[in-house]
Every structure is written in structure tokens, then in C-alpha cells.
T-cell receptor
Framework: EPEVTQTPSHQVTQMGQEVILRCVPI?????FYWYRQILGQKVEFLVS????????KSEIFDDQFSVERPDGSNFTLKIRSTKLEDSAMYFC???????????FGPGTRLTVL | AQKVTQAQTEISVVEKEDVTLDCVYE???????LFWYKQPPSGELVFLIR??????QNEISGRYSWNFQKSTSSFNFTITASQVVDSAVYFC??????????????FGTGTRLQVTL
């Protein structure tokens, strides 16, 4: 069964550094999402992406965040200058055309020191 | 704005007991989708079920069953004869209708289920 993959599984970085989280969505899916989950809290929507542009973003997704689909298979989330409060699990998700279920990757745990 | 409430933060049961996880939602949309996801200790989010707002038929899948009641805006999830492997955090989520653009999921705060021997 096709699945969403994410790399790395765990990223440790220093405050102020840039990080790029990578996702490989299911191959024929067209809608892509990033969510985050601060430890012990609920899953929160960050951004959705379709047809090579952002469809919607939350208030969390400020100018420090950006997304890209650089090569038709990868979907990346970049945080330009990480803050302590960016420490969280980041989930990538995708959805196929004409379907209504989002499938999630295993997540990347980001730790900002 | 959409909202999902899972009032039960943590439930502990003994194996073989039945357990129901509650979910109440708010939305102004007449068309929407509801989901349950499971998050085991390993951390991934596993899709369990989705329901669209037109379909109030309850569903049973093995030991899992779901009770969708539009009149009370509830979408409850029951595990029959619980097992230790059911121990996880369970999230209820609500989605806007898919109108051609990507629509986000709004999650509840989750219910941690602990099943012991």
C-alpha cells in the first residue's frame, strides 16, 4: 500500500538555524499539507498546497515558514530561523483528487535548542 | 469557524472492556467530513474512518464501531473488547467540504486510551 514518507525522523537544531523537513507524498496525490503537534497537544494545521501554490495557511505559518515542491515528488517545509517554540512533531499529509481522506506521514520530530 | 471537542482527556480500561470515545463538533457548513485517527506510542497518525455529513449510517468494522448523530453534532467511536494494542491517543477531526481547493483538518485535543491487562 502506498505511503507517505518523511525525512529525517528526528532533527535537532540550534535556535536561529534554518531547517528543511522533507516529505514524499503518495505518488498520484495532488493536495499536500503540513501540520504540527507540540508535545502532548493537538495536531494543528499549518499550510495546504495545491497546483504549486499555497491554498490556505494558518496564523502559525508566518514569514519564517515556506513550502516548496521542488521536483514533482518531494514536498518540503522550510523554517528560516528556528525558535524554541518551533519544537514539535511535523506531519506531512496528502490527498488524492476526488477523495476526501488525508493520509499522514510518520512525522519529523524537530527539537530546537 | 470549525471546532472539535473531545471532552475525555484520558480513559483507562481493563482488557476486554468496551470503551466509547466521545467527539462533538461545530461547523456552519452543511457539507463536511468527519474522521478518526489513531496515534500509537510510536507517534504516527493512522487513519481509521471517515464519514460525510450526508451519511448518518453507523458503521462497524471488526471491534470498532462509529455512531454519527447529526442532530447532536456527535461522532462517537466505540471499541468492543478492548486490547492492549488499542492503547493510543485517538483524535477526532473535521474537514470542510472539498470544493476543489485543499481543505484543512481541524483536530480535537485527543483522548488517550490506556488498556491494561
Amino acid at each position: 500500500e502506498p505511503e507517505v514518507t518523511q525525512t529525517p525522523s528526528h532533527q535537532v537544531t540550534q535556535m536561529g538555524q534554518e531547517v528543511i523537513l522533507r516529505c514524499v507524498p503518495i505518488s498520484n496525490h495532488l493536495y499536500f499539507y503540513w501540520y504540527r503537534q507540540i508535545l502532548g497537544q493537538k495536531v494543528e494545521f499549518l499550510v495546504s498546497f495545491y497546483n504549486n501554490e499555497i491554498s490556505e495557511k494558518s496564523e502559525i505559518f508566518d514569514d519564517q515558514f515556506s513550502v516548496e515542491r521542488p521536483d514533482g515528488s518531494n514536498f518540503t517545509l522550510k523554517i528560516r530561523s528556528t525558535k524554541l517554540e518551533d519544537s514539535a512533531m511535523y506531519f506531512c499529509a496528502c490527498r488524492g483528487k476526488g477523495t476526501d481522506t488525508q493520509y499522514f506521514g510518520p512525522g519529523t520530530r524537530l527539537t530546537v535548542l | 469557524a470549525q471546532k472539535v471537542t473531545q471532552a475525555q482527556t484520558e480513559i483507562s480500561v481493563v482488557e476486554k472492556e468496551d470503551v466509547t470515545l466521545d467527539c462533538v463538533y461545530e461547523t456552519r457548513d452543511t457539507t463536511y467530513y468527519l474522521f478518526w485517527y489513531k496515534q500509537p506510542p510510536s507517534g504516527e497518525l493512522v487513519f481509521l474512518i471517515r464519514r460525510n455529513s450526508f451519511d448518518e449510517q453507523n458503521e462497524i468494522s471488526g471491534r470498532y464501531s462509529w455512531n454519527f448523530q447529526k442532530s447532536t453534532s456527535s461522532f462517537n467511536f466505540t471499541i468492543t473488547a478492548s486490547q492492549v494494542v488499542d492503547s493510543a491517543v485517538y483524535f477526532c477531526a473535521l474537514s470542510e467540504p472539498y470544493t476543489g481547493t485543499a481543505s484543512k483538518l481541524t483536530f480535537g485535543t485527543g483522548t488517550r486510551l490506556q488498556v491494561t491487562l
